[in-house]
């Protein structure tokens, strides 16, 4: 290395400590206002309290900008690290955004694709559909007339969140070394677990392999729609999808005028994720109803596909374990169960383990299978999971998380939908497949 690269690589090494610091002390100052409120407040008279440790907690987030708001909306899926009411914040975490100025969206997309706009588009809508954090969405329609919907990252938010990364990065691994709490947490895991999907989502390239992988699962079937990529007009940066139209899953005035079934329709909808889960391993992680339409033919199409989960074979089948458990209200497979899908750990007092499950089942599994909510089954097993300090594996965060929003979203349709009866039929048919034997054993 010559003195003067040596000299070169120096300045950025000392540019990028700076941009660190820099950050920091942001961070920290926000951080610092909320701490100072939130102790303020607690001499004021109960009656007059009104913001709450979590909700200054999610406010702060916000302010810290994306990927501070896209790890609240992870951590908002572990039960298994968060109590329940400040998970229910962090579910309230808005991921929105200012709209980038319409030149640096034209500018990305020419850089991107190698062409200007009129060379590519009929027409381009600058204003978006829609903004967040990591992109923004626009209406578009292509030469040959086709309808689109180009999302486009935004410019510069690859750079600053590796910057955030890094500093969470480095101040969890010297909490983890000074506390054993944090330790216990596998606070290094969820980090690592975080930034490896936060770089995914990133990626634009990788959401349109989601895509096709979810349209390869479904294809041939009339009941769901998955929106086509449009390979050459897509990057890393920029993702060109075909554009799907209908009514809003939870639009219950325009179901009911368009003669939609709604109750047939909660059983579809909660049907197609259950597919994706037990059928495929593939699923969408985020099914909240603005990412369901219901075309006019009845077909339920599907959009963003940047959040989604995989869960193996093996894992499939440790998972049967407990599913098992929920419906025969038996707590030894619930632990065998919990052993092989990782929540165990080898210190756990499986005696205490024992009595709580089976208080659980006592108190949630005595009634009729029609009758239970699988949500509140799983905040229960969930609050066991943190009594006992185990650690509940990610994929099966989200899974709990994703199984959650379904159930919500098919209650919404059919107020006597209850999941669990869903479910059922998944479970038979895992119980009795020769793969989840091999798979177990």
Request: proline share 5%.
């Amino acid at each position: 290395m010559t003195q003067d690269s040596w000299f070169r690589a120096r300045l950025v090494a000392l540019h990028r400590v700076w941009e660190q610091g820099r950050r920091v002390a942001r961070d920290v100052i926000v951080v610092a206002r909320h701490v100072v409120l939130y102790l303020a407040s607690r001499v004021i008279p109960a009656r007059r309290r009104r913001v709450t440790a979590a909700q200054h907690a999610r406010v702060a987030i916000e302010q810290l900008g994306p990927t501070a708001i896209k790890l609240g909306q992870m951590l908002s899926t572990r039960s298994d690290v968060l109590p329940p009411d400040w998970q229910h914040e962090l579910t309230r975490l808005q991921d929105a955004a200012p709209a980038v100025p319409p030149a640096a969206v034209r500018a990305t997309i020419v850089a991107e694709l190698g062409r200007p706009l009129p060379e590519v588009f009929a027409s381009f809508v600058t204003s978006p559909l829609a903004c967040a954090s990591i992109g923004q969405a626009h209406a578009a329609t292509l030469l040959g007339g086709s309808e689109v919907v180009v999302k486009v990252r935004r410019p510069g938010v690859a750079r600053e969140v590796e910057l955030d990364l890094e500093v969470i990065a480095s101040v969890v691994s010297m909490t983890s070394r000074a506390s054993r709490h944090v330790r216990s947490l596998g606070a290094t895991d969820l980090v690592d677990q975080f930034s490896t999907t936060l770089r995914h989502e990133l990626d634009y390239a990788r959401e349109a392999a989601n895509v096709e992988r979810f349209a390869a699962n479904f294809a041939g079937d009339p009941d769901i729609r998955i929106p086509a990529v449009h390979h050459e007009l897509s990057t890393a940066r920029v993702l060109t999808l075909e554009r799907l139209r209908g009514l809003k899953i939870d639009d219950l005035d325009a179901l009911a005028a368009a003669g939609v079934d709604r109750v047939a329709l909660a059983q579809r909808a909660t049907s197609l994720m259950l597919r994706t889960i037990f059928e495929h391993g593939f699923f969408h992680a985020d099914p909240h109803p603005g990412n369901f339409f219901i075309e006019p033919d009845g077909r339920i199409g599907l959009i963003d596909f940047g959040m989604v989960g995989e869960v193996d074979a093996a894992t499939r089948a440790a998972l049967t374990g407990v599913l098992v458990a929920l419906v025969t209200a038996d707590a030894a497979p619930l632990i065998e169960g919990s052993a092989r899908l990782g929540i165990s750990r080898d210190s756990t007092d499986t005696k205490a383990l024992a009595d709580d499950l089976n208080e659980l089942m006592a108190t949630h599994l005595s009634r009729p299978l029609g009758e239970l909510s699988l949500g509140r089954v799983l905040t229960s097993v969930l609050a066991v999971v943190r009594r006992h300090h185990l650690r509940f594996p990610s994929n099966l965060a989200l899974l709990a998380k994703t199984l959650g929003m379904c159930e919500g979203l098919a209650a919404h349709l059919d107020p006597q939908f209850r999941m669990t009866e869903a479910i059922a039929p998944y479970v038979a048919q895992l119980i009795t497949s020769p793969a989840s034997d091999d798979a177990v054993d």
